[in-house]
């Protein structure tokens, strides 16, 4: 069977037959889980034994290493004290079953709000994600964790070559030049930020575990508490800097109506993004005082990146035109060059609280 129709859902059957592998007990209740990547469904499954979340994976796309890897980190981050959807073993002992051209994993389903851009919030998920950090650095693992980074990617500056084409596939009305125009400016931005980076020594940085991507959809609240940490699949191991980068550009974005992206303000939320800053600092002050000239240009890095990959494969960002995110990206991009000073001020001032 082709992994596109494994895709598409997790059927009764299917949740009846795998779940035997589980001691959970008899399966009361299921319903189908939104959000995440399409080619791994989930599925909330009531049982006699508490609630929790079954994920299919194409087997073929799945490195099992990186999905035991995650499931240490995971383990890891728990042992810390962080509220962590945690991987069940089976009854076989293994976090993860195998069946045919599928990957199973059952997670312990938390309860808890989506973010709600409140400061408070953004600070105990700043707090959180140090609080990962440090215990990530008892953890040991010897095998290899194939890492991909933001920061220096070829892949970024190959995507940015491929996005006109993909745009003007996806969207046959758009104007082909003012998008290659706009690819080509973010890709001298993404360059600059690259080589600030390299500049200031990041080759040489010590790696560690981290979660690799640590934004709001992925952080459940209980109303300012974080009450759950999900989606491990993008751990890896890089400077720890490049993942408080990411989470400082996550929860300061401002955003509005998908349909109306290019009126979205490109400016960062200043108070979401102290109160996260905050937040880090009061477990790792030390890691971000070091490196807060680092942090901006890792940001436009971050910004960059993680709207042209996809961009670059269909044309689109989600359900938003290839163009219109490219356009944002772009303001926002320059934002962060032409603020760059200020940035890491704040930070500065942040971290010696």
């Given at each position: 069977?082709?992994?596109?129709?494994?895709?598409?859902?997790?059927?009764?059957?299917?949740?009846?037959?795998?779940?035997?592998?589980?001691?959970?007990?008899?399966?009361?209740?299921?319903?189908?889980?939104?959000?995440?990547?399409?080619?791994?469904?989930?599925?909330?499954?009531?049982?006699?034994?508490?609630?929790?979340?079954?994920?299919?994976?194409?087997?073929?796309?799945?490195?099992?290493?990186?999905?035991?890897?995650?499931?240490?980190?995971?383990?890891?981050?728990?042992?810390?004290?962080?509220?962590?959807?945690?991987?069940?073993?089976?009854?076989?002992?293994?976090?993860?079953?195998?069946?045919?051209?599928?990957?199973?994993?059952?997670?312990?389903?938390?309860?808890?709000?989506?973010?709600?851009?409140?400061?408070r919030q953004a600070f105990t998920s700043g707090r959180?994600?140090?609080?990962?950090?440090?215990?990530?650095?008892?953890?040991?693992?010897?095998?290899?964790?194939?890492?991909?980074?933001?920061?220096?990617?070829?892949?970024?500056?190959?995507?940015?070559?491929?996005?006109?084409?993909?745009?003007?596939?996806?969207?046959?009305?758009?104007?082909?030049?003012?998008?290659?125009?706009?690819?080509?400016?973010?890709?001298?931005?993404?360059?600059?930020?690259?080589?600030?980076?390299?500049?200031?020594?990041?080759?040489?940085?010590?790696?560690?575990?981290?979660?690799?991507?640590?934004?709001?959809?992925?952080i459940l609240f209980d109303e300012d508490r974080v009450?759950?940490?999900?989606?491990?699949?993008?751990?890896?191991?890089?400077?720890?800097?490049?993942?408080?980068?990411?989470?400082?550009?996550?929860?300061?974005?401002?955003?509005?109506?998908?349909?109306?992206?290019?009126?979205?303000?490109?400016?960062?939320?200043?108070?979401?993004?102290?109160?996260?800053?905050?937040?880090?600092?009061?477990?790792?002050?030390?890691?971000?005082?070091?490196?807060?000239?680092?942090?901006?240009?890792?940001?436009?890095?971050?910004?960059?990146?993680?709207?042209?990959?996809?961009?670059?494969?269909?044309?689109?960002f989600s359900s938003v035109p290839g163009d219109h995110?490219?356009?944002?990206?772009?303001?926002?991009?320059?934002?962060?060059?032409?603020?760059?000073?200020?940035?890491?001020?704040?930070?500065?001032?942040?971290?010696?609280?």
């Open positions: 069977m082709p992994s596109e129709t494994l895709a598409s859902s997790i059927s009764l059957d299917e949740v009846n037959d795998i779940m035997t592998r589980w001691e959970v007990g008899k399966v009361r209740e299921l319903a189908p889980m939104t959000g995440g990547s399409r080619q791994s469904p989930k599925v909330r499954i009531v049982t006699e034994r508490g609630t929790f979340v079954l994920k299919r994976r194409p087997a073929l796309r799945a490195s099992l290493e990186r999905i035991r890897f995650a499931h240490q980190v995971m383990l890891a981050a728990g042992t810390a004290g962080l509220p962590i959807a945690m991987a069940q073993p089976a009854r076989d002992g293994s976090t993860f079953q195998v069946q045919g051209e599928s990957i199973y994993e059952l997670f312990l389903f938390l309860p808890g709000e989506r973010w709600k851009r409140a400061p959180a994600l140090a609080t990962l950090h440090e215990s990530a650095l008892q953890m040991r693992w010897s095998g290899h964790v194939n890492a991909s980074c933001f920061h220096g990617n070829l892949i970024v500056v190959e995507a940015l070559r491929r996005v006109p084409g993909a745009v003007a596939t996806a969207r046959s009305n758009t104007n082909a030049i003012e998008v290659a125009a706009v690819a080509e400016q973010l890709s001298s931005l993404y360059q600059q930020a690259s080589e600030q980076v390299d500049q200031q020594d990041y080759e040489n940085l010590a790696s560690q575990v981290v979660h690799g991507d640590w934004h709001p959809g992925n009450s759950g940490v999900l989606d491990f699949d993008s751990a890896r191991l890089e400077p720890a800097i490049a993942d408080v980068a990411n989470g400082l550009l996550q929860y300061a974005t401002r955003a509005g109506p998908s349909r109306a992206v290019e009126t979205w303000p490109h400016e960062l939320d200043e108070q979401l993004f102290c109160s996260f800053a905050k937040g880090f600092s009061e477990v790792g002050a030390a890691t971000l005082r070091e490196f807060v000239s680092m942090v901006p240009w890792l940001m436009i890095e971050a910004c960059i990146a993680e709207a042209v990959i996809p961009i670059a494969k269909c044309g689109m995110m490219l356009t944002l990206v772009l303001r926002r991009a320059q934002w962060l060059h032409d603020n760059y000073e200020g940035l890491a001020r704040r930070l500065l001032l942040e971290s010696m609280q």
